[in-house]
Protein backbone atom coordinates (compact mmCIF):
# COMPACT_ATOMS: atom_id res chain seq x y z
CA UNK A 1 0.00 0.00 0.00
CA UNK A 2 1.30 3.35 -0.15
CA UNK A 3 1.89 5.27 -3.35
CA UNK A 4 5.13 7.24 -4.82
CA UNK A 5 5.18 10.87 -5.61
CA UNK A 6 3.67 12.18 -9.11
CA UNK A 7 5.26 15.44 -9.09
CA UNK A 8 4.89 15.77 -13.03
CA UNK A 9 0.55 15.55 -13.02
CA UNK A 10 1.07 19.05 -10.78
CA UNK A 11 4.00 20.95 -12.92
CA UNK A 12 3.23 23.26 -15.38
CA UNK A 13 -0.99 22.84 -14.92
CA UNK A 14 -3.79 25.36 -14.88
CA UNK A 15 -6.26 24.48 -12.84
CA UNK A 16 -10.15 24.92 -11.75
CA UNK A 17 -9.78 25.48 -7.96
CA UNK A 18 -12.10 24.16 -5.73
CA UNK A 19 -15.60 26.10 -5.26
CA UNK A 20 -18.32 25.09 -3.18
CA UNK A 21 -21.59 24.85 -5.36
CA UNK A 22 -19.28 25.71 -8.58
CA UNK A 23 -17.31 22.79 -9.10
CA UNK A 24 -20.20 20.19 -9.57
CA UNK A 25 -19.78 18.04 -12.62
CA UNK A 26 -21.27 20.68 -15.41
CA UNK A 27 -18.89 23.21 -14.67
CA UNK A 28 -15.53 20.80 -14.34
CA UNK A 29 -16.48 19.40 -17.94
CA UNK A 30 -16.56 23.09 -19.19
CA UNK A 31 -13.40 23.46 -17.83
CA UNK A 32 -11.95 20.84 -19.17
CA UNK A 33 -13.41 21.60 -22.63
CA UNK A 34 -11.72 25.02 -22.69
CA UNK A 35 -8.11 24.02 -21.70
CA UNK A 36 -7.84 23.58 -18.40
CA UNK A 37 -5.41 20.45 -17.34
CA UNK A 38 -6.69 19.73 -13.76
CA UNK A 39 -10.07 20.11 -11.95
CA UNK A 40 -10.97 20.24 -8.43
CA UNK A 41 -14.62 19.30 -6.47
CA UNK A 42 -16.23 21.05 -4.29
CA UNK A 43 -14.55 20.45 -0.72
CA UNK A 44 -16.66 17.30 0.27
CA UNK A 45 -16.78 17.11 4.44
CA UNK A 46 -15.60 13.45 5.20
CA UNK A 47 -18.40 12.35 7.14
CA UNK A 48 -20.66 13.11 4.26
CA UNK A 49 -18.64 10.53 1.89
CA UNK A 50 -18.49 7.81 4.38
CA UNK A 51 -23.19 8.06 4.89
CA UNK A 52 -22.97 7.75 0.87
CA UNK A 53 -23.40 4.79 -1.18
CA UNK A 54 -21.70 4.70 -4.43
CA UNK A 55 -24.42 4.54 -7.48
CA UNK A 56 -23.62 3.44 -10.85
CA UNK A 57 -26.06 5.86 -12.47
CA UNK A 58 -26.28 3.88 -15.70
CA UNK A 59 -29.26 6.46 -17.20
CA UNK A 60 -26.49 9.55 -16.86
CA UNK A 61 -23.48 7.50 -17.27
CA UNK A 62 -22.30 8.81 -14.14
CA UNK A 63 -20.94 7.13 -10.76
CA UNK A 64 -22.83 9.05 -7.73
CA UNK A 65 -22.29 9.21 -4.09
CA UNK A 66 -25.94 9.12 -2.87
CA UNK A 67 -27.21 10.15 0.59
CA UNK A 68 -29.91 7.93 2.11
CA UNK A 69 -32.94 10.82 1.29
CA UNK A 70 -31.66 10.82 -2.45
CA UNK A 71 -29.12 13.61 -2.33
CA UNK A 72 -26.44 13.14 -5.18
CA UNK A 73 -23.41 14.66 -2.79
CA UNK A 74 -20.17 13.82 -5.75
CA UNK A 75 -21.25 12.61 -9.08
CA UNK A 76 -18.62 12.33 -11.52
CA UNK A 77 -18.24 11.13 -15.39
CA UNK A 78 -15.28 8.51 -16.57
CA UNK A 79 -14.45 11.73 -18.68
CA UNK A 80 -12.91 13.53 -16.23
CA UNK A 81 -10.98 10.36 -14.24
CA UNK A 82 -7.56 11.21 -15.08
CA UNK A 83 -8.34 15.26 -14.93
CA UNK A 84 -10.65 15.20 -11.16
CA UNK A 85 -8.56 15.93 -8.17
CA UNK A 86 -11.31 15.31 -5.03
CA UNK A 87 -11.09 17.55 -2.38
CA UNK A 88 -11.88 16.40 1.09
CA UNK A 89 -12.99 18.64 4.28
CA UNK A 90 -11.54 16.92 7.37
CA UNK A 91 -9.99 17.36 10.66
CA UNK A 92 -9.28 13.67 11.26
CA UNK A 93 -6.67 11.33 10.09
CA UNK A 94 -8.60 7.99 10.11
CA UNK A 95 -12.03 9.11 9.20
CA UNK A 96 -10.04 11.18 5.91
CA UNK A 97 -8.17 7.71 4.89
CA UNK A 98 -12.41 6.01 5.48
CA UNK A 99 -13.17 8.86 2.93
CA UNK A 100 -10.20 9.13 0.23
CA UNK A 101 -10.44 5.26 0.22
CA UNK A 102 -13.86 5.22 -0.76
CA UNK A 103 -13.73 7.28 -3.31
CA UNK A 104 -9.67 6.83 -4.72
CA UNK A 105 -10.42 4.41 -7.92
CA UNK A 106 -12.54 7.22 -9.65
CA UNK A 107 -10.07 10.23 -9.38
CA UNK A 108 -6.70 11.28 -10.12
CA UNK A 109 -5.90 12.52 -6.96
CA UNK A 110 -7.07 13.62 -3.34
CA UNK A 111 -6.78 16.93 -1.45
CA UNK A 112 -7.08 18.15 1.93
CA UNK A 113 -8.53 21.40 2.36
CA UNK A 114 -6.32 23.41 4.60
CA UNK A 115 -7.28 26.41 4.04
CA UNK A 116 -10.77 27.56 3.53
CA UNK A 117 -11.77 30.56 6.13
CA UNK A 118 -15.46 30.02 6.10
CA UNK A 119 -17.24 29.18 9.69
CA UNK A 120 -18.70 25.96 8.77
CA UNK A 121 -14.77 24.02 8.35
CA UNK A 122 -13.58 26.28 10.66
CA UNK A 123 -16.03 25.53 13.45
CA UNK A 124 -15.67 21.99 12.63
CA UNK A 125 -11.74 21.82 12.93
CA UNK A 126 -11.56 21.81 9.55
CA UNK A 127 -10.12 24.11 6.58
CA UNK A 128 -7.91 27.33 7.62
CA UNK A 129 -8.25 25.82 11.49
CA UNK A 130 -5.63 23.31 10.56
CA UNK A 131 -3.20 25.99 9.64
CA UNK A 132 -2.18 26.39 13.82
CA UNK A 133 -1.99 22.44 14.41
CA UNK A 134 1.28 21.10 12.44
CA UNK A 135 0.95 17.64 13.84
CA UNK A 136 -2.22 17.06 13.42
CA UNK A 137 -1.72 18.28 9.55
CA UNK A 138 1.54 15.97 9.24
CA UNK A 139 -0.62 12.92 10.73
CA UNK A 140 -3.41 13.83 8.11
CA UNK A 141 -1.30 14.15 5.44
CA UNK A 142 0.84 11.21 6.10
CA UNK A 143 -1.66 8.90 7.00
CA UNK A 144 -3.12 9.51 3.62
CA UNK A 145 0.41 9.33 1.68
CA UNK A 146 1.39 6.34 2.97
CA UNK A 147 -2.18 4.44 2.63
CA UNK A 148 -3.90 5.68 -0.77
CA UNK A 149 -2.99 4.60 -4.37
CA UNK A 150 -3.17 8.16 -6.08
CA UNK A 151 -1.49 11.69 -4.92
CA UNK A 152 -2.18 13.46 -2.04
CA UNK A 153 -2.03 17.40 -1.99
CA UNK A 154 -3.21 19.99 0.39
CA UNK A 155 -4.39 23.35 -0.34
CA UNK A 156 -3.59 26.53 2.23
CA UNK A 157 -3.85 30.04 2.93
CA UNK A 158 0.00 31.86 3.88
CA UNK A 159 0.27 32.64 7.61
CA UNK A 160 1.01 36.37 8.75
CA UNK A 161 4.83 36.07 8.26
CA UNK A 162 6.83 34.78 5.20
CA UNK A 163 8.81 32.96 7.91
CA UNK A 164 5.88 30.59 9.24
CA UNK A 165 4.48 30.46 6.04
CA UNK A 166 7.60 28.49 4.61
CA UNK A 167 8.19 26.58 7.94
CA UNK A 168 4.67 25.56 7.36
CA UNK A 169 5.56 24.50 3.80
CA UNK A 170 8.35 22.58 4.57
CA UNK A 171 6.57 20.52 7.30
CA UNK A 172 3.90 19.67 4.67
CA UNK A 173 6.58 18.68 1.86
CA UNK A 174 8.47 16.20 4.80
CA UNK A 175 4.87 14.39 4.81
CA UNK A 176 5.52 13.31 0.98
CA UNK A 177 2.43 15.44 -0.47
CA UNK A 178 2.58 15.42 -4.24
CA UNK A 179 1.93 19.14 -4.55
CA UNK A 180 1.02 22.21 -2.29
CA UNK A 181 -1.80 24.80 -3.19
CA UNK A 182 -1.05 28.13 -2.07
CA UNK A 183 -3.25 30.83 -1.38
CA UNK A 184 -1.60 34.15 -0.92
CA UNK A 185 -4.08 35.64 1.41
CA UNK A 186 -4.24 34.69 5.18
CA UNK A 187 -7.25 33.54 6.67
CA UNK A 188 -8.67 36.57 7.72
CA UNK A 189 -8.14 38.23 4.76
CA UNK A 190 -10.68 38.62 1.40
CA UNK A 191 -10.54 39.06 -2.00
CA UNK A 192 -10.54 42.93 -1.65
CA UNK A 193 -7.03 42.67 -0.39
CA UNK A 194 -4.31 42.14 -2.32
CA UNK A 195 -2.48 38.58 -3.24
CA UNK A 196 0.60 37.87 -1.05
CA UNK A 197 2.27 36.57 -4.69
CA UNK A 198 6.21 37.49 -2.80
CA UNK A 199 4.86 34.41 0.03
CA UNK A 200 3.84 32.30 -2.76
CA UNK A 201 7.42 32.94 -4.44
CA UNK A 202 8.96 32.44 -1.25
CA UNK A 203 7.26 29.19 -0.94
CA UNK A 204 7.82 27.74 -4.17
CA UNK A 205 11.99 29.19 -3.74
CA UNK A 206 12.22 26.66 -0.34
CA UNK A 207 10.26 23.35 -1.53
CA UNK A 208 10.97 21.01 -4.24
CA UNK A 209 7.51 19.98 -4.66
CA UNK A 210 4.94 21.64 -7.28
CA UNK A 211 3.54 24.60 -5.70
CA UNK A 212 0.49 25.72 -7.19
CA UNK A 213 -0.49 29.91 -7.01
CA UNK A 214 -3.98 30.92 -5.89
CA UNK A 215 -5.60 34.01 -5.69
CA UNK A 216 -4.52 35.98 -8.27
CA UNK A 217 -8.41 36.27 -10.55
CA UNK A 218 -8.96 39.96 -9.45
CA UNK A 219 -6.39 40.42 -12.35
CA UNK A 220 -6.54 37.53 -14.81
CA UNK A 221 -9.09 37.82 -18.01
CA UNK A 222 -7.35 35.60 -20.58
CA UNK A 223 -5.01 32.84 -20.95
CA UNK A 224 -1.83 35.50 -20.96
CA UNK A 225 -2.55 36.29 -17.99
CA UNK A 226 -2.49 32.89 -15.86
CA UNK A 227 1.00 32.90 -17.33
CA UNK A 228 2.09 36.14 -16.01
CA UNK A 229 0.36 35.24 -12.71
CA UNK A 230 2.38 31.97 -12.43
CA UNK A 231 5.62 34.24 -13.38
CA UNK A 232 4.73 36.57 -10.41
CA UNK A 233 4.71 33.92 -7.96
CA UNK A 234 7.49 31.77 -9.15
CA UNK A 235 4.83 28.92 -9.01
CA UNK A 236 4.84 25.55 -11.10
CA UNK A 237 1.27 25.82 -11.54
CA UNK A 238 -2.08 28.37 -11.09
CA UNK A 239 -4.88 27.75 -9.63
CA UNK A 240 -8.11 29.71 -10.81
CA UNK A 241 -11.34 30.41 -8.97
CA UNK A 242 -13.07 33.64 -9.34
CA UNK A 243 -11.78 34.26 -12.67
CA UNK A 244 -12.57 30.69 -13.98
CA UNK A 245 -15.95 31.10 -12.32
CA UNK A 246 -16.86 34.07 -13.92
CA UNK A 247 -15.60 33.00 -17.29
CA UNK A 248 -14.78 29.68 -17.86
CA UNK A 249 -12.99 30.41 -21.22
CA UNK A 250 -10.30 31.95 -19.52
CA UNK A 251 -8.72 28.64 -19.85
CA UNK A 252 -8.48 28.67 -23.68
CA UNK A 253 -5.04 29.08 -25.12
CA UNK A 254 -7.34 31.00 -28.40
CA UNK A 255 -9.24 33.76 -26.05
CA UNK A 256 -12.12 33.92 -23.77
CA UNK A 257 -15.49 33.20 -25.63
CA UNK A 258 -18.61 36.06 -25.08
CA UNK A 259 -20.21 35.38 -21.34
CA UNK A 260 -23.32 34.29 -22.96
CA UNK A 261 -21.91 31.32 -24.60
CA UNK A 262 -19.93 30.44 -22.00
CA UNK A 263 -23.33 30.25 -19.87
CA UNK A 264 -25.64 28.14 -22.36
CA UNK A 265 -22.76 25.55 -22.25
CA UNK A 266 -22.49 25.12 -18.97
CA UNK A 267 -26.60 25.33 -18.58
CA UNK A 268 -25.97 22.41 -21.40
CA UNK A 269 -24.13 20.16 -19.43
CA UNK A 270 -26.82 20.78 -16.18
CA UNK A 271 -29.23 19.43 -18.34
CA UNK A 272 -27.50 16.45 -19.31
CA UNK A 273 -25.86 15.44 -16.08
CA UNK A 274 -29.56 16.86 -14.00
CA UNK A 275 -27.03 19.13 -12.28
CA UNK A 276 -29.02 20.36 -8.76
CA UNK A 277 -31.02 23.08 -9.38
CA UNK A 278 -29.46 25.38 -6.52
CA UNK A 279 -26.24 24.85 -7.58
CA UNK A 280 -27.09 25.92 -10.94
CA UNK A 281 -28.81 28.45 -9.67
CA UNK A 282 -25.67 29.70 -8.24
CA UNK A 283 -23.29 29.02 -10.33
CA UNK A 284 -25.37 30.88 -13.67
CA UNK A 285 -25.41 34.15 -10.94
CA UNK A 286 -21.54 33.81 -10.85
CA UNK A 287 -21.00 34.01 -14.49
CA UNK A 288 -23.67 37.31 -14.44
CA UNK A 289 -22.00 38.70 -11.83
CA UNK A 290 -21.53 42.33 -13.07
CA UNK A 291 -23.83 41.55 -15.92
CA UNK A 292 -27.15 41.84 -13.58
CA UNK A 293 -28.61 44.83 -14.31
CA UNK A 294 -28.08 44.79 -18.38
CA UNK A 295 -29.91 41.40 -19.05
CA UNK A 296 -33.84 41.01 -18.57
CA UNK A 297 -32.90 37.06 -17.97
CA UNK A 298 -31.53 37.73 -14.97
CA UNK A 299 -34.40 38.61 -12.88
CA UNK A 300 -36.07 34.97 -14.32
CA UNK A 301 -32.77 33.09 -12.90
CA UNK A 302 -33.21 34.79 -9.80
CA UNK A 303 -36.61 33.23 -8.82
CA UNK A 304 -35.95 29.88 -10.87
CA UNK A 305 -36.73 26.74 -9.67
CA UNK A 306 -36.34 23.50 -11.87
CA UNK A 307 -33.59 23.24 -15.04
CA UNK A 308 -36.79 23.48 -17.10
CA UNK A 309 -37.34 26.87 -15.50
CA UNK A 310 -33.22 27.61 -16.80
CA UNK A 311 -34.26 26.42 -20.50
CA UNK A 312 -37.59 28.52 -20.45
CA UNK A 313 -35.26 31.93 -19.55
CA UNK A 314 -32.57 31.37 -21.69
CA UNK A 315 -34.49 29.96 -24.61
CA UNK A 316 -33.09 26.60 -24.49
CA UNK A 317 -36.12 24.56 -24.47
CA UNK A 318 -35.62 22.67 -27.62
CA UNK A 319 -32.19 21.18 -26.37
CA UNK A 320 -33.53 20.50 -23.03
CA UNK A 321 -36.42 18.56 -24.40
CA UNK A 322 -33.99 16.48 -26.55
CA UNK A 323 -31.87 16.22 -23.61
CA UNK A 324 -34.81 14.67 -22.04
CA UNK A 325 -36.14 12.68 -24.68
CA UNK A 326 -33.07 10.89 -24.75
CA UNK A 327 -32.90 9.86 -21.60
CA UNK A 328 -36.58 8.67 -21.14
CA UNK A 329 -35.65 6.52 -24.10
CA UNK A 330 -32.55 5.41 -22.29
CA UNK A 331 -34.64 4.93 -19.11
CA UNK A 332 -37.10 2.24 -21.03
CA UNK A 333 -33.98 0.40 -22.36
CA UNK A 334 -32.41 -0.02 -18.74
CA UNK A 335 -36.23 -0.61 -17.72
CA UNK A 336 -36.53 -3.35 -20.05
CA UNK A 337 -33.29 -4.87 -18.96
CA UNK A 338 -34.34 -5.09 -15.55
CA UNK A 339 -37.97 -6.22 -15.79
CA UNK A 340 -39.97 -3.15 -16.91
CA UNK A 341 -41.65 -0.55 -14.85
CA UNK A 342 -42.17 -2.91 -12.36
CA UNK A 343 -38.87 -2.88 -11.14
CA UNK A 344 -38.68 -2.11 -7.16
CA UNK A 345 -42.22 -4.31 -6.75
CA UNK A 346 -41.28 -6.89 -4.23
CA UNK A 347 -43.16 -9.14 -2.06
CA UNK A 348 -41.37 -11.35 0.49
CA UNK A 349 -41.61 -13.49 3.84
CA UNK A 350 -40.15 -11.15 7.42
CA UNK A 351 -38.39 -13.57 9.72
CA UNK A 352 -41.68 -13.42 12.06
CA UNK A 353 -43.54 -15.17 9.26
CA UNK A 354 -45.37 -11.72 8.15
CA UNK A 355 -45.69 -11.07 4.58
CA UNK A 356 -43.92 -7.85 3.40
CA UNK A 357 -44.70 -6.23 0.53
CA UNK A 358 -42.70 -3.30 -0.62
CA UNK A 359 -43.36 -0.75 -3.31
CA UNK A 360 -41.21 1.97 -5.13
CA UNK A 361 -43.59 5.39 -3.59
CA UNK A 362 -42.65 7.98 -1.59
CA UNK A 363 -44.40 10.08 0.26
CA UNK A 364 -43.98 13.56 -1.25
CA UNK A 365 -45.68 16.35 0.67
CA UNK A 366 -45.54 19.08 -1.80
CA UNK A 367 -48.08 16.79 -4.03
CA UNK A 368 -50.49 16.00 -0.86
CA UNK A 369 -53.46 18.18 1.07
CA UNK A 370 -52.24 19.23 4.05
CA UNK A 371 -55.76 18.68 5.64
CA UNK A 372 -56.29 14.37 5.01
CA UNK A 373 -53.08 13.31 4.66
CA UNK A 374 -52.11 9.24 3.51
CA UNK A 375 -52.16 8.35 7.30
CA UNK A 376 -55.60 9.73 7.98
CA UNK A 377 -56.86 8.39 5.11
CA UNK A 378 -55.73 5.17 5.84
CA UNK A 379 -56.77 4.73 9.65
CA UNK A 380 -60.50 5.91 8.66
CA UNK A 381 -60.13 3.20 6.30
CA UNK A 382 -59.33 0.69 8.60
CA UNK A 383 -61.92 1.96 10.72
CA UNK A 384 -64.99 1.75 7.93
CA UNK A 385 -63.51 -2.20 6.81
CA UNK A 386 -63.27 -2.74 10.86
CA UNK A 387 -59.80 -4.13 10.64
CA UNK A 388 -58.14 -2.39 13.64
CA UNK A 389 -55.87 0.48 13.91
CA UNK A 390 -52.63 0.36 11.73
CA UNK A 391 -49.54 -0.17 13.58
CA UNK A 392 -46.41 1.62 12.46
CA UNK A 393 -43.34 0.17 13.09
CA UNK A 394 -40.52 3.14 12.37
CA UNK A 395 -36.65 2.65 13.01
CA UNK A 396 -34.01 5.26 13.50
CA UNK A 397 -30.39 4.69 11.50
CA UNK A 398 -27.95 6.09 14.07
CA UNK A 399 -25.28 7.38 11.49
CA UNK A 400 -27.61 10.19 9.85
CA UNK A 401 -30.97 9.66 12.30
CA UNK A 402 -32.89 9.12 9.15
CA UNK A 403 -35.80 6.93 9.40
CA UNK A 404 -37.62 3.90 7.58
CA UNK A 405 -41.06 2.84 8.24
CA UNK A 406 -43.52 -0.34 7.93
CA UNK A 407 -47.45 -0.18 8.62
CA UNK A 408 -49.27 -3.34 9.97
CA UNK A 409 -52.90 -3.95 8.64
CA UNK A 410 -54.25 -7.26 8.17
CA UNK A 411 -51.50 -9.05 9.32
CA UNK A 412 -49.47 -7.72 6.05
CA UNK A 413 -46.58 -5.59 6.27
CA UNK A 414 -46.57 -2.38 3.86
CA UNK A 415 -43.33 -0.52 3.08
CA UNK A 416 -41.03 1.17 0.74
CA UNK A 417 -37.44 1.03 0.26
CA UNK A 418 -36.61 4.99 1.08
CA UNK A 419 -34.86 6.31 4.31
CA UNK A 420 -36.36 9.92 5.41
CA UNK A 421 -35.00 13.02 7.35
CA UNK A 422 -38.36 12.65 9.18
CA UNK A 423 -40.29 9.83 10.99
CA UNK A 424 -43.44 11.03 10.41
CA UNK A 425 -42.47 11.26 6.26
CA UNK A 426 -41.14 7.57 6.42
CA UNK A 427 -44.66 6.50 8.25
CA UNK A 428 -46.47 8.48 5.31
CA UNK A 429 -44.93 6.52 2.74
CA UNK A 430 -45.73 3.36 4.47
CA UNK A 431 -49.22 4.47 4.30
CA UNK A 432 -48.96 5.11 0.60
CA UNK A 433 -47.66 1.94 0.44
CA UNK A 434 -51.08 0.50 1.43
CA UNK A 435 -53.16 2.22 0.18
CA UNK A 436 -51.82 1.96 -3.41
CA UNK A 437 -51.72 -2.01 -2.93
CA UNK A 438 -55.22 -2.17 -1.89
CA UNK A 439 -56.60 0.47 -4.53
CA UNK A 440 -57.67 3.31 -2.56
CA UNK A 441 -56.90 6.51 -3.55
CA UNK A 442 -53.99 8.03 -1.25
CA UNK A 443 -54.96 11.60 -1.61
CA UNK A 444 -52.08 13.16 -4.00
CA UNK A 445 -53.24 16.05 -5.68
CA UNK A 446 -51.16 15.62 -8.72
CA UNK A 447 -49.25 12.42 -9.89
CA UNK A 448 -45.34 12.11 -9.33
CA UNK A 449 -43.28 12.09 -12.98
CA UNK A 450 -42.49 8.20 -12.59
CA UNK A 451 -46.39 6.84 -11.74
CA UNK A 452 -49.08 6.85 -13.47
CA UNK A 453 -52.35 4.79 -12.44
CA UNK A 454 -51.75 2.17 -15.37
CA UNK A 455 -48.46 1.61 -13.44
CA UNK A 456 -49.88 1.08 -10.20
CA UNK A 457 -53.08 -1.52 -11.97
CA UNK A 458 -49.99 -3.20 -13.49
CA UNK A 459 -48.45 -3.26 -9.81
CA UNK A 460 -51.04 -4.59 -8.23
CA UNK A 461 -51.64 -7.72 -10.67
CA UNK A 462 -47.78 -8.39 -10.47
CA UNK A 463 -48.76 -8.81 -6.54
CA UNK A 464 -51.72 -10.44 -7.02
CA UNK A 465 -50.41 -13.24 -9.44
CA UNK A 466 -49.85 -16.51 -8.30
CA UNK A 467 -46.54 -17.01 -6.77
CA UNK A 468 -47.30 -20.11 -4.87
CA UNK A 469 -44.15 -21.87 -6.56
CA UNK A 470 -41.53 -18.75 -6.10
CA UNK A 471 -39.25 -19.26 -2.98
CA UNK A 472 -39.46 -17.24 -0.13
CA UNK A 473 -36.20 -16.15 2.11
CA UNK A 474 -36.39 -14.06 5.29
CA UNK A 475 -35.19 -10.58 5.60
CA UNK A 476 -35.30 -8.45 8.56
CA UNK A 477 -38.12 -6.06 9.03
CA UNK A 478 -37.96 -2.78 7.99
CA UNK A 479 -35.16 -3.12 5.80
CA UNK A 480 -34.48 -1.65 2.69
CA UNK A 481 -32.06 -0.01 0.02
CA UNK A 482 -30.98 3.47 -0.20
CA UNK A 483 -32.55 3.84 -3.78
CA UNK A 484 -34.82 2.34 -5.37
CA UNK A 485 -32.71 1.88 -8.84
CA UNK A 486 -30.22 -0.12 -6.59
CA UNK A 487 -30.13 -4.21 -6.72
CA UNK A 488 -29.79 -5.33 -3.27
CA UNK A 489 -26.81 -7.44 -2.30
CA UNK A 490 -29.04 -10.13 -1.21
CA UNK A 491 -30.53 -9.89 -4.86
CA UNK A 492 -27.08 -10.69 -6.09
CA UNK A 493 -26.34 -13.74 -3.45
CA UNK A 494 -29.60 -15.61 -3.58
CA UNK A 495 -30.62 -14.94 -6.71
CA UNK A 496 -33.84 -12.80 -8.05
CA UNK A 497 -36.40 -15.01 -7.28
CA UNK A 498 -34.90 -16.53 -3.68
CA UNK A 499 -35.51 -13.23 -2.54
CA UNK A 500 -38.84 -12.18 -3.22
CA UNK A 501 -38.18 -9.71 -6.31
CA UNK A 502 -40.94 -10.44 -8.28
CA UNK A 503 -38.90 -8.59 -11.13
CA UNK A 504 -34.97 -8.54 -12.26
CA UNK A 505 -32.63 -6.19 -10.90
CA UNK A 506 -29.52 -5.18 -12.93
CA UNK A 507 -26.72 -6.95 -11.96
CA UNK A 508 -24.36 -4.30 -10.35
CA UNK A 509 -21.56 -4.20 -8.61
CA UNK A 510 -21.70 -1.05 -7.62
CA UNK A 511 -25.18 -1.67 -6.37
CA UNK A 512 -26.43 -0.62 -3.10
CA UNK A 513 -26.04 -2.45 0.09
CA UNK A 514 -28.55 -3.07 2.72
CA UNK A 515 -28.50 -0.83 5.70
CA UNK A 516 -27.60 -3.00 9.15
CA UNK A 517 -27.16 -0.62 12.48
CA UNK A 518 -30.76 0.91 13.68
CA UNK A 519 -30.57 1.85 16.90
CA UNK A 520 -33.64 1.65 18.25
CA UNK A 521 -37.54 0.84 16.90
CA UNK A 522 -40.81 2.79 17.61
CA UNK A 523 -43.72 1.31 17.91
CA UNK A 524 -47.01 3.62 16.85
CA UNK A 525 -50.35 2.79 17.16
CA UNK A 526 -52.04 5.91 17.42
Not at 214 to 221: A, C, L, Q, V, W
Amino acid sequence: MGNERNENQYRSKFILAPMVRVCTLPMRLLALDYGADLVYTEEIIDRKVLLCQEYKNELLGTTDYVMSDGTVVFRTSPIEKDKIIFQLGTADAKRALAAAKKIQHLVAGVDINMGCPKEFSVKGGMGAALLTQPEKIKDILTTLVNELDVPVTCKIRVLPSVEKTVELAKLIESTGVSALGVHGRTKEERSRDPNRDDYIKAVANAVSIPVIANGGSKRITCYEDIEEFRKSTGASSVMLARAAMWNCSVFRKEGTLDFLKVLKSYLTYAFQYDNNEMNTKYAVLQILHDKMLELPEADGTLTAKSLQDFADIWCMQEEYKTILQKRREKEKQLNDLAGGDCRGVKKRKAENGLEVIELPVRFDKRIYSTTMTPKQILNNYCKKCQKGKPVYTTVERPDDRFFHSTVLVDQKLYTNPFWERAKQLAEQSAAVCYLVVNGQHDGRLAEPHNETEELRQKWRGLLNSDLSERTWSPVKDCVGTENPSLSETESKENGNIENGDLCPQLDDENAGKITDGMSRTIVDQR
